[in-house]
């Protein structure tokens, strides 16, 4: 770990533009939004080595993974979801983009002020993108007002977001993710007493989506393959390794990602990764 003690991005890029010879890959940590998504494309850029910001691209390869494996739960499709995140943040713009390009075509973004949609007129770059890519219904209002017919809730904002009242009116088998730490967007407990799968970023309750989970086989995959960077295919191979790693015999509302402690995910994730960095052409 190389902590650098500035805020600037032009630093930040700098400082990891100098030390990049020695070694294999970067993985940025604890970079907020926006300024996240800027130092990532520009060290991407300049860099001939794999660069990944795990608050973005790990949090939602594991959110991927515990999705797949609760549609095989609940038998619906990512092309037929209403998917609502709440939190716009590094994470929420990662998980719309992996959601997507694994065949969602509906995600409502809520950041504090309600929806965000292409009417908006304080929204950030990345929140721009947001609006032109999202919510194709261009709905309006709070979280509250977006739920009805909901399949899926995706918590990485703060805690007391929504309600059992929120979940009753979402779509057959309600699918919550809340994942704020410590404190969850709902209490665990009381989400499932209406929703069909209730998953946590806390390890004290089932179904953990840990980024752990992640980022040492993607790394260990893109390094075996020699890849210059990570690719979208890459991390759609990330989230199918790790959701596989959850047998048939296994898979239940209750157990929908694997342990953090399983030591077989790490190593499929990179073989997965590595086959689909060559796949992508981005090897030495």
Not at 76 to 98: E, F, N, P, Y
Not at 252 to 275: E, H, M, Q
Request: glycine letters at 8%; charged letters at 25%; proline letters at 5%.
């Amino acid at each position: 770990p190389i902590c650098l003690d500035t805020n600037d991005p032009d630093e930040i890029v700098r400082a990891v533009e100098m030390i990049a010879p020695v070694f294999g890959g970067i993985n940025l940590e604890d970079i907020a939004a926006p300024h996240c998504f800027e130092i990532e494309r520009r060290l991407t850029e300049s860099l001939n080595i794999p660069v990944f910001h795990d608050d973005q691209h790990g949090t939602a390869v594991v959110v991927l993974a515990a999705l797949r494996n609760s549609l095989r739960v609940v038998d619906k499709k990512m092309g037929d979801l209403k998917v609502i995140i709440s939190g716009v943040g590094a994470a929420g713009v990662a998980i719309t983009k992996i959601l997507s390009a694994a065949g969602v075509e509906n995600v409502i973004g809520i950041d504090r002020k309600g929806a965000i949609h292409t009417g908006r007129e304080d929204l950030d770059v990345s929140k721009e993108w947001f609006a032109e890519n999202t919510n194709p219904e261009q709905r309006k209002g709070a979280v509250h007002e977006v739920m009805p017919g909901a399949d899926v809730f995706i918590g990485v904002s703060g805690p007391g977001v929504i309600s059992r009242d929120d979940i009753r009116v979402m779509e057959r088998d309600p699918i919550v993710f809340a994942m704020a730490n410590p404190s969850p967007e709902i209490d665990p407990v009381e989400a499932a007493e209406v929703a069909t799968i209730v998953a946590t970023g806390r390890s004290d309750y089932p179904n953990q989506i840990n980024n752990v989970l992640c980022f040492p086989g993607i790394f260990r995959g893109a390094l075996d393959a020699g890849a210059t960077r990570i690719t979208e295919n890459m991390k759609l191979a990330a989230a199918e390794a790790i959701a596989a790693c959850v047998a048939d015999n296994e898979l239940s509302a209750g157990f929908i990602v694997p342990s953090v402690f399983n030591t077989d995910v790490a190593l499929k994730v990179a073989a997965g990764v590595a086959n689909a960095a060559r796949a992508d052409k981005v090897t030495r």
